[in-house]
T-cell receptor, first 115, second 110 residues
């Protein structure tokens, strides 16, 4: 089955530690996205990538980093500079380029908490 | 001004009621529009795309008003299982990011 796989489902971070959230898709989608959602709040865009080896900052990129070395993979690193990382992290992908009317599809998310 | 604005609700309606949500967007050149549904502690899932002529999927009807720059979602004959948060999504450009509204919370009670 095609889809987006996020791992782990739950993650705990110690103070001063970097952690990496995995996102893999086998939909052959060009674009991939990372969002953060806090309780009772909307989605906020962290980073997005429209093509391999290229990515753009979203609205809240500080304290996060990404890479896009392969089309199917877009890992997110939450660095120690992100002082309030506790949130629900969602990865999404979208068939982009010529198909501009395509929606995003989401993975089932990673819940990150501070120890 | 935000790209997408939604009334957060909450909307509390009895089973069988008809309920409507509106969402306004700021970029008049916006290309495509969607409604997503998000259940508590779950990922958003596509409910339906919104087409210029309006479109219907069972009990759900989506409409687009380009002149006034808003989209709407109408739910008829509400079911308990419709309880969720409904997100309005706008694509302002051909490529790149989408913009999500904060969501409208709906609770259907028996």
């Amino acid at each position: 089955d095609g889809g987006i796989t996020q791992s782990p489902k739950y993650l705990f971070r110690k103070e001063g530690q970097n952690v990496t959230l995995s996102c893999e898709q086998n939909l052959n989608h060009d674009a991939m996205y990372w969002y953060r959602q806090d309780p009772g709040q909307g989605l906020r865009l962290i980073y997005y990538s429209q093509i391999v080896n290229d990515f753009q900052k979203g609205d809240i990129a500080e304290g996060y980093s990404v890479s896009r070395e392969k089309k199917e993979s877009f890992p997110l690193t939450v660095t120690s500079a992100q002082k309030n990382p506790t949130a629900f992290y969602l990865c999404a992908s979208r068939r982009d380029r010529a198909f501009s009317n395509q929606p995003q599809h989401f993975g089932d998310g990673t819940r990150l908490s501070i120890l | 001004r935000k790209e997408v604005e939604q009334d957060p609700g909450p909307f509390n309606v009895p089973e069988g009621a008809t309920v409507a949500f509106n969402c306004t967007y700021s970029n008049s050149a916006s290309q495509s529009f969607f409604w997503y549904r998000q259940d508590c502690r779950k990922e958003p899932k596509l409910l339906m795309s919104v087409y210029s002529s309006g479109n219907e999927d069972g009990r759900f009807t989506a409409q687009l008003n380009r002149a006034s720059q808003y989209i709407s979602l109408l739910i008829r004959d509400s079911k308990l299982s419709d309880s969720a948060t409904y997100l309005c999504v706008v694509n302002p450009r051909t490529l790149g990011r989408l913009y999500f509204g904060r969501g409208t919370q709906l609770t259907v009670w028996p």
